[in-house]
């Protein structure tokens, strides 16, 4: 049986790694910390655990966490980037879901991140976890970076494109609209019902962090340089997200479906819908899924891509879980086969 800890769990990644975890028949969540929640039942806070849960909260410090198998932090950025290195000496694996080892490049993170990158070791030996990209690397990760929501939902629509060069690399559009559990469980004014609901907001737009995680890891891809505007949305829903990607074929006349089909053809979680079905959110919430759906425009060299995640399930939490499961020799799936709630 594996041990578990948590550390940062009170947010919803947080509570999403508890209620997948505690449904993993190979894995045992034995600390969770909040030092605002010291002391207090996880069950008291998160009532849906209720006969599912013992466990306490506890301070970051509390020395149960060094009996675990793997740490997840699931922590503000700048946690992990100090806290990681103290369970890695002592041979526990650790997985952030945060962003503190996305970028490898520590002047570009600090940029974004409005902080200075403290931990260039520690960067350095960072495994971006992208298990459809990078699963050979993740399986001998001492410490994983969890990938962002929006850029797993556009690598993923991408991949099959880049790898087989049947794209123009300049003028990619990715158009990404996210429910709002993607800004997080902190008091946030822009997030209130009275604020969200019913409307629809561009944000980002200059430049959102998430930009050049998702340069970083398309331009690994196709080992040269990648041109492409992403735009964001918020949508007055609880979670999920979707991204519309616009590109321009190298060859108008060709077939893409075939490439799509037979790079995710041994994934578990990417699955290519057919022609004319269009991914909806509503399809994998709650799961680990990603829905994807090509569409020719006629007479164009013109190529549309729609990608659906779970943006705390694949995007989060779920892929954090995909990844321990790679890291530890587990069926990859484990813990993680329910489809998505309907309606």
Known sequence: MIKAGIIGGTGYTGVELLRLLHNHSEVEVVAISSRSLDGKRVDGVFPSLVGHSDLVFSLPSDTILNTCDVIFFATPHGVAMEGAGAFIDKGIKVIDLGADFRITDQTEWSKWYGMEHTQATLLDSAVYGLPETNRDQV????LLANPGC??????LALKPLITNKLISLTGIVADCKSGVSGAGRGANQAMLLCEASESLKSYGVSGHRHYPEIKQELEILANEE???TFVPH????IRGMQATIYVDLLDENIDVRPYFVDTYSEEPFVKILTDGVYPETRSVKSSNFCQISIQKIPNSNKLVIMSVIDNLVKGASGQAVQNMNIMFGLDETSGLTSIGLLP
Not at 150 to 155: E, G, L, N, R, S
Not at 234 to 237: D, E, R
């Open 234 to 237: 918020l949508v007055p829903m």
């Open 150 to 155: 929006y850029p797993t939902a556009v690598q």
């Open 139 to 142: 399986k001998e990760a001492m």
């Open 226 to 228: 990648v041109n492409f």
